[in-house]
DNA sequence: ATTATCTATAGATCTATAGATAATGC
DNA sequence: ATTATCTATAGATCTATAGATAATGC
């Protein structure tokens, strides 16, 4: 149950993997880490890596732990020697992918910085390959629970802070939730045109419409009540 | 295989189920459909209605069918036996909800309407209901794929057709990300306070934000390439 | 006699665990 | 000797089906 603190290490060679369970067609062992025999490190990271990509394409459920371990190239019962649950490898996986962006990116530049993140192809992980795991695994109800919405808190605190009107943090997360559901026709649906769509052109279109939405003091038209976009200047 | 075409009835009185599966805490069978032993029809339209809640609340791959035979207070076998497949139950009540909406309401009036559905109470079924059902099982990848891309389609293509902007195709596409993102953050996720918030409110942000990106032929600033919020009057 | 409903179960998963095996460090 | 890895399997699902039962219409 307790596994003395192993950190992901270097990430450079590669190497065909030893023994192994059977493979479905799509699976292919090791990608990017190394895999030294014997070599709890590595093979921790490799699960976390290869978790975090079977997560992404097929969703917490529909993802099986012996998908991860067939594409990790480890035995299935090792991640539950490393992880303990496979539920606790989906809170690791989101954890490790979505502060890394959160730190290293200064408010003002975050949204577009994310929303980049989303439009760029959900291959590579960090912060877009968390994106797809969050939008394929939201539906499980209590899958990713607290991890999840601490995350969402974070990145729309931050954003908030741009804003001087009193509702700014609905505000941030009206713009959050955008991103989202972007995201979603985007990675998960696959909706065209939106899907091929250029980034810049999707970036400057909600950046030009959000502008005054994350930036300004005053609600354009507040007064609550019949609000329609019938009106024509 | 072949169900000789049964069409969901009235929806009137109440009674209590007779024989019985084991039933879940929160599983009330019946809400509103009447349970007249023998009534095929009405037995059908028990499943329909019972599924779109157990589909809306746990998504598709969570909910089992005994879930939902349980809160219908029909026999699990009579699921395959009026539609064949758990895939298959998913189609129809994705179907049935979607189409419901779109035909009635003018295309100028169509965004606020299913924006306003999405922030209503998630209870009732029609277009709300479809929408958890969607957000929550759009994770599984080939779940419910067909119906509900025509049917995104569909609407994108109303509202498109508002707009003279050349790429309006795309602009009615972000417009309905946001309003499936806002649905998510709401309804999914639930994150405060834009879960707690006035519709009206939301709907004024929103609108307002929108505005030009549906209606205006010209793209406020179109250079595609460097599109920040930074350059302030 | 027809047909709506129920019982029982096949068959295929999937997570998780217990304990055997084998490669390293001493 | 330690510990990373593998084998084998328990135990709990879940969808779907085959065939029995029982309520209606004639």
Chains 1, 2 share one sequence.
């Not at 099986?64 to 991640?79: P, W």
């Not at 303990?84 to 992918?97: D, P, Y």
């Not at 290293?104 to 797809?132: H, I, N, Q």
Request: glycine share 12%.
């Amino acid at each position: 149950m307790d596994t003395s603190e192993l950190d992901p290490g270097e990430h450079q060679r590669r190497q065909d993997r030893p023994g192994g369970g059977p493979l479905s067609e799509d699976t292919r062992p090791g990608e990017d880490i190394p895999h030294r025999p014997r070599d709890a490190r590595g093979t921790r990271a490799r699960i976390l890596h290869a978790a975090g990509a079977v997560f992404a394409e097929r969703g917490y459920e529909a993802a099986t732990v012996r998908d991860i371990a067939g594409r990790a190239g480890v035995n299935q019962a090792l991640i539950f020697r490393y992880f303990g649950s496979k539920k606790a490898l989906l809170t690791e996986v989101m954890a490790q992918g979505g502060k890394q962006q959160l730190g290293s990116t200064p408010p003002d530049r975050l949204f577009e910085t994310a929303l980049r993140g989303v439009l760029a192809d959900g291959g590579k992980p960090g912060w877009d390959r968390m994106l797809a795991v969050y939008l394929r695994s939201i539906g499980s109800a209590d899958a990713a629970p607290d991890t999840v919405r601490a995350l969402g808190e974070e990145y729309a605190a931050a954003l908030a802070a741009l804003s001087s009107a009193d509702d700014s943090k609905l505000r941030a997360q009206l713009a959050m939730a955008w991103l989202l559901g972007i995201g979603l026709m985007r990675v998960v649906v696959g909706q065209e045109p939106l899907a091929s769509a250029e980034p810049d052109e999707i970036c400057g279109h909600v950046l030009t419409a959000l502008d005054s939405l994350l930036r300004d003091g005053e609600v354009p038209g507040d007064r609550a009540g019949e609000q329609r976009p019938d009106e024509r200047p």
